[in-house]
């Protein structure tokens, strides 16, 4: 029995640790993926960046205009970058909470714009992990200064 119960200890030991490693590289998947959407914005690559969005992607800005849908987050970045074209964001995380069952993820942190009036503020996120590859479900940004 006490040999019983000790490989029970060691497969749920090794099953924690698992998921702890998991929890470690998604959160890690994450900002990377963070790190590259800047850059995709930095440079208004459109296309590059809506793969990170799902179909149904839903964006509030930080003055709280919405945006539902993949098509159209793709528009109004299209019509941002057209009409300001030295524009763009950094969002930088703070925390990154991931799901028990790891296909949800919550992501926290500040932005910041850069050739614009507003100067940033404060962003909330949720990623959803599909076929082992995170995109972002939704983002709301909320504006708290202005140059």
Known sequence: MKRYFCVLMLLLAAAYTRA???VAQD?????????????LIASHDIRGLSR??????????GTGNIIVGKDSAIAMW?????QQ???????TPSEIVISEDGLLAWE?????GMN?????GNYAAMWSKQD????????????????
């Open 78 to 82: 299209t019509k941002t970058f057209k």
């Open 52 to 61: 990170y969005w799902l179909k149904d992607y839903v964006r509030i800005s």
């Open 132 to 147: 082992d590859i995170w995109k972002l479900q939704s983002e709301m940004f909320v504006t708290l200064s202005y140059y």
């Open 108 to 112: 926290k942190g500040t932005w910041t």
């Open 85 to 91: 074209p030295t524009i763009y964001y950094v969002r």
């Open 116 to 120: 614009t009036k507003s100067k940033g």
């Open 20 to 22: 702890q490693v998991n």
């Open 27 to 39: 959160d890690s998947l994450i900002r990377a993926s963070r790190d590259k959407t800047n850059e």
